[in-house]
């Protein structure tokens, strides 16, 4: 089973995207660990998405004397293409030269990597690492998507974002099909300010600000303070992340949500699956 990382796009915050992965054919790990991979027995491979569909692709090559393989967007054969339009999206993978048994269980293993963000006129850089997501087979079913935000700020100083990451490897180029994204807006009180559905294109980054979402649903966000934001709907594979980000200097925090049953066993139950999907999800 092949497993991709997937690397959003800030660009419409003027951010730089990369990673870090680990590298497999380290040299001094090969002589500590009879399991590591030999020289050229993997290669990293970054597929650059833009509008749903595939714009380039790129192999990237270990370096045996490095145990960690960084790379940025300008390393992606991306220097002579039009600017990044804001919904690009970048999916990461290992490729195996010859399907050995060692290299296939390295690629099924629990893979992590790390996202960096930077502006290209900073030394800075915004950093989170999040694992990679097992590809689904054609026509698996997926399960609809619950996130709770709870910290949302704006102020003249500061803006949070949402961003969505919508990967569909079916739906690849198949045109502007999405998900139907409902966003609910709380007080920290817990009364609902209104909601706003909006369509997440496949294979794409989304990132809207809260301050936007509070204009779309008609509220004035100098009035709001913090915000919390319930999004449910879709069904494909996403990752979540929240970004925080300082108006005066540029700079961005960023995090990334964990899927439901990391906090209750009610979804993995059928006798409880259910009745919390039907919570959750009535009404959609």
């Known amino acids: 089973m092949n497993k991709k990382f997937l690397v959003p796009s800030l660009g419409s915050l003027g951010m730089r995207s990369g990673f870090c992965v680990i590298n497999p ?5 090969q002589a500590a660990n009879s399991a590591a991979l030999e020289q050229g027995a993997i290669k990293l491979r970054v597929q ?16 045996p004397e490095q145990s960690f393989l960084w790379s940025f967007d300008d390393e992606w054969g991306l220097l002579h293409e039009p600017p990044n ?23 099924a293993s629990d893979l ?16 989170v690492i999040n694992g990679f997501i097992p590809e689904r087979s054609k026509g698996y079913r997926f399960a609809p998507i619950f996130h709770a935000g709870h910290y949302f700020v704006m102020d003249e100083r500061f803006m949070t974002y949402i961003c969505l990451v ?11 099909d999405g998900n139907v994204m409902q966003f609910k807006l709380l007080t920290d009180a817990g009364d609902v300010l209104g909601s706003t559905k909006r ?28 915000v919390s934001i319930h999004v449910r709907g879709g069904a494909s594979q996403y990752a979540i992340y929240t ?42």
Not at 25 to 29: C, R, V
Not at 94 to 100: K, L, Q
């Open 48 to 63: 650059a998405v833009r509008s749903g569909a595939e714009l380039k692709v790129a192999d990237l090559l270990f370096n």
């Open 166 to 176: 919508n990967y569909n490897a079916e739906q690849m180029g198949q045109g502007d």
């Open 112 to 127: 992590e990597g790390q996202l960096f963000f930077a502006a290209p006129d900073q030394k800075w850089y915004a950093t």
């Open 199 to 226: 369509q997440i294109r496949f294979n794409s980054t989304f990132l809207i600000s809260v301050g936007d979402l509070l204009e779309e649903i008609g509220v004035d966000k100098t009035s709001t303070g913090h």
């Open 243 to 284: 970004v925080h980000r300082n108006l005066a200097t540029g700079t961005i925090g960023i995090e990334h949500s964990l899927a439901p049953h990391y906090y209750t066993e009610a979804v993995m139950k059928p006798e409880t699956r259910a009745v919390l999907y039907q919570k959750v999800f009535g009404g959609l």
């Open 25 to 29: 054919t380290f040299a001094k790990l």
């Open 85 to 107: 339009v804001g919904d690009d999206l970048y999916v990461v993978e290992y490729v195996a030269a010859s399907p050995s048994a060692r290299a296939q269980a390295f690629m």
